[in-house]
């Protein structure tokens, strides 16, 4: 016997037995008054008695077991199970046994949903610990691998020992921007860093990025072009991550390109958005295939990994652009074409009639 039964049966047992001794016990003595007979009063309580014992226990019964069953099953499966609700149906009678059963379904759904959210969050953490400590141990046992040589020897060789101590500063360099990119994005995922939305000249933002980048495209023989369409555009975003999200576009711009490639940075309102500018990077380089195409903005994720390692990159570069924009309820558009190019772009909205107050 299952335990609702076996209480279902104890509380049913013990509400037939109280209503039969309450019907005996008035049944007996009123039937006495008009029968004069003991013996006659006696049997006709004790049959009231026992037909109300039947009655009660089996009303009991009924109304009760399938809804305590119910919450029985609710309340006994594990918040990891899922459970099929069919089987535990409340009554109808919206009674306070069906409420506690309602409420107990609540309290599981709710229970199950968190316990899912946290095996979600628990596997995104593993994944995430697992991917910075196989990108953080590349550089370290690079750094260990020269430092070791010099040690052993090499530090008296002019020839080597200034190209093993670049090499370990490269590698070291490379674990700066590793930890500034895990920190950047630690705190765009949590919501740290919330956008200060501001109304930006776009134009003077992308010169600026230009002018820094100007002397890394000129190292790998690439040149950018800035063509806007528009004279100036204001938009209203956040200052530095829209510069750093044009930074990591045309870093990767130069980085994937070909020797004598161009970079071609434009801006466009649209006729069908006019709310919008759309912000466009596009490349001569070595393009994408269209099966990385949807993976690129995963973190770490990267098409030719030793292409990528080599120009000191770890794959976190789109990741931090994608959630960037996100948070401007914008998209990163990618379209390319391997061995041909690339575009990136992602639209802003418009801040035309706040420009009394431009702040860039
Ligand atoms: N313009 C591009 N042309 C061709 N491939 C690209 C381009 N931009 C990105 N990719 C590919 O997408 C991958 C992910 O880019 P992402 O910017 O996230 O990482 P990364 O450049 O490798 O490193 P990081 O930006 O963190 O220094 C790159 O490794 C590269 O394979
Ligand atoms: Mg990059």
Known sequence: MSTVSRYVF?????????????????????????????????LFGISIGLISFIA???????????RLSGIQKVVAATPRTSISFSDSKSSGSNDE????????????????????????????RKEFIGDISHELKTPIFSVQGYLETLSQ???????VNKLFLTKAMNNVDRLISLTNDLMEITKIETGELKPELQIIA?????????????????????????QPKEVNSFAFADRNQIRQV???????????????????????????DPEHVLVS????????????????????????KSRSRDQGGT??????????????????????????????????????????????
């Open 10 to 42: 104890r509380l049913g047992l013990r509400l037939a037995v109280l209503s039969a001794s309450a019907l005996f016990l008035i049944s007996a003595p009123l039937y006495y008054v008009f029968s004069n007979d003991v013996g006659v009063s006696l």
């Open 153 to 159: 020897g090499a530090l008296d060789d002019p020839k």
């Open 246 to 272: 044009l930074i990591n576009l045309v870093e990767n711009a130069i980085k994937y390109n070909k020797p004598e490639g161009r970079i071609y940075i434009g801006t466009t309102i649209e006729k069908s």
């Open 315 to 360: 794959g976190l570069g789109l990741a931090i652009v994608k959630h960037i924009l996100e948070s401007h309820n914008s998209q990163l558009q990618i379209k390319s074409k391997p061995g041909s190019g690339s575009q990136f772009s992602f639209k802003l909205k418009l801040a035309d009639h706040y420009s009394d107050h431009i702040s860039a």
């Open 281 to 304: 990077v596009k490349d001569t380089g070595i393009g994408i295939e269209p099966e990385n195409l949807k993976r690129v903005t995963e973190r770490f994720y990267r098409v030719d």
């Open 56 to 66: 009660v226990y089996f009303c009991s019964y009924y109304l009760m077991f399938s």
């Open 97 to 124: 046994l069906d409420r506690i059963l309602e409420l107990s379904k609540e309290s599981k759904k709710l229970v199950r949903d968190h316990f899912r959210n946290m095996d979600e969050t628990d596997h995104y």
């Open 202 to 226: 776009l134009n003077n933002i992308i010169n600026d990025v230009i002018d820094s980048l100007n002397y890394k495209a000129e190292q790998a023989q690439i040149t950018i072009r800035f």
